[in-house]
């Protein structure tokens, strides 16, 4: 099955949830809670997922398929990574910043991502030869420096609290002393396909899963930006715009290998 088909069927599925988002979104759903209370889900994550996967499921029979709500299903050489709704909390709280984050992976490499945004109705796509927005080819540039960066962060999470203490709002206070803009807005997806589209310069996260960045980092990578560490396992990432000078980045020491 080649890489457009498979680009396709992401393109499908993502659109095929965009109607019953848009229709959701500010309707202040119940929420419910996985691992605590700051890591909600709504009975709209796991019915979008359920779509996804039945398009993905006929469109490409055999895949494998991880998602955030339902867990790894099929053993195939393709591997769907999945996220119904990335950003779930700003999801719930009626919050424009939120996202569906689609790719596919054949043996391990990533091939093709969706990452769009039901609100703006704005679809970031990335294949073998590039990355589009709307169609219209992306290219990763911006800032080469932190005083003139716009930052978009999850750091410090309260994970990262609990396990870093002061040094991570050390770290933090440095970030908001060092870069021009620092924001926190959810949603590792959108951000970088914010940073693919050159509209931010650098991304960074910590504890991410798959199904959050793989999406975003193929299109960082296809638009001429930088993607440091693996998307296909849960950790770091930090991401930026081609020609930013991460040497010199307060960034610099914890970007991943």
Not at 88 to 102: D, E, H, K, Q, R
Not at 225 to 254: I, M, N, R, T
């Amino acid at each position: 099955m080649d890489a457009t088909h498979l680009l396709d069927t992401a393109i499908e599925a993502a659109r095929a949830v965009g109607p019953q988002l848009r229709k959701a979104f500010r309707s202040r759903p119940d929420v419910t809670v996985k691992r605590d209370f700051h890591d909600p889900v709504t009975e709209h994550d796991r019915a979008a997922e359920e779509t996804i996967r039945a398009v993905i499921s006929s469109r490409a029979p055999g895949s494998t398929i991880v998602g955030e709500e339902g867990g790894t299903t099929g053993a195939g050489d393709i591997v769907w990574y999945v996220d119904p709704i990335d950003g779930t909390a700003n999801f719930a709280a009626g919050f424009p910043f939120f996202c569906v984050s689609i790719a596919a992976a054949v043996h391990g490499e990533l091939v093709a991502g969706v990452v769009y945004d039901p609100v703006r109705e704005q679809e970031f796509t990335a294949g073998q030869d590039g990355a589009w927005c709307d169609g219209t080819p992306l290219r990763s540039t911006g800032a080469t420096r932190d005083q003139e960066a716009m930052l978009l962060m999850s750091y410090p999470t309260p994970q990262d609290l609990d396990a870093d203490g002061e040094r991570a709002l050390r770290r933090y206070a440095g970030c908001l002393g060092s870069f021009a803009t620092v924001r926190k807005p959810g949603s590792a997806a959108l951000k970088l396909a914010y940073v693919a589209a050159g509209w931010a310069d650098v991304a960074y996260g910590t504890r991410s899963n798959p199904w959050d960045v793989a999406a975003g980092a193929l299109l960082v990578r296809r638009a001429g930006g930088v993607y440091l560490g693996d998307p296909l396992v849960a950790g770091d990432y930090l991401a930026h715009v081609g020609g930013f000078d991460l040497s010199s980045s307060e960034l610099a020491e914890v970007a991943p290998s």
